[in-house]
C-alpha cells in the first residue's frame, strides 16, 4: 500500500513562504502522478499543483507565480515552495499519489497523506 508521508508547513505572516515535501517511496510503478491539494475551513478540497514522472507539471492559476513544484522522480518526492503567501492560502495541504498519469482531480488519486497545516496571518 502507499502512504505518501509529508513534511513542513507551519505558520507564517502574510509575503512570507513555506515549503511541504511528500514523499510516496512505495509507488514501485514506471509512471505515478504526485500532486498537492488544499482544503479550507467549509470550502471544498482544491487541486494546487501536480508532476507526472514523465516531467509534466502543472499549477492551479491561483497560486501560478508564487508556488513552485520540486519533483525528485528517482526518490518518488514532491516538494511545493510557497512563496508570497496570502491570508487565503491558510488550509490543511494534502499530498495525493496515483500510480497512473491522472489530472489535477481529487477523485483521481487513491492514496493521501495525512494533511498538514498552513496558517497566513495577516
Known amino acids: 500500500r502507499v502512504q505518501p508521508v509529508q513534511s513542513g508547513g507551519g505558520s507564517v505572516q502574510a509575503g512570507g513562504s513555506l515549503r511541504l515535501s511528500c514523499v510516496a517511496s512505495e509507488m514501485a510503478s514506471t509512471k505515478y502522478t504526485l500532486a498537492w491539494f488544499r482544503q479550507a475551513p467549509g470550502k471544498e478540497r482544491e487541486g494546487v499543483a501536480l508532476?507526472?514522472?514523465?516531467?509534466?507539471?502543472s499549477i492551479t492559476d491561483s497560486v501560478k507565480g508564487r508556488f513552485a513544484l520540486s519533483p525528485d522522480f528517482r526518490k518518488f518526492t514532491l516538494s511545493l515552495e510557497m512563496n508570497s503567501l496570502l491570508p487565503e492560502d491558510t488550509a490543511i495541504y494534502y499530498c495525493?499519489?496515483?500510480?497512473?498519469?491522472?489530472?489535477?482531480?481529487?477523485?483521481?488519486?487513491?492514496?493521501w497523506g495525512q494533511g498538514t497545516q498552513v496558517t497566513v496571518s495577516s
Open positions: 495525493a499519489a496515483s500510480k497512473w498519469f491522472v489530472r489535477l482531480n481529487a477523485d483521481e488519486f487513491p492514496y
Open positions: 508532476a507526472t514522472n514523465d516531467g509534466r507539471m
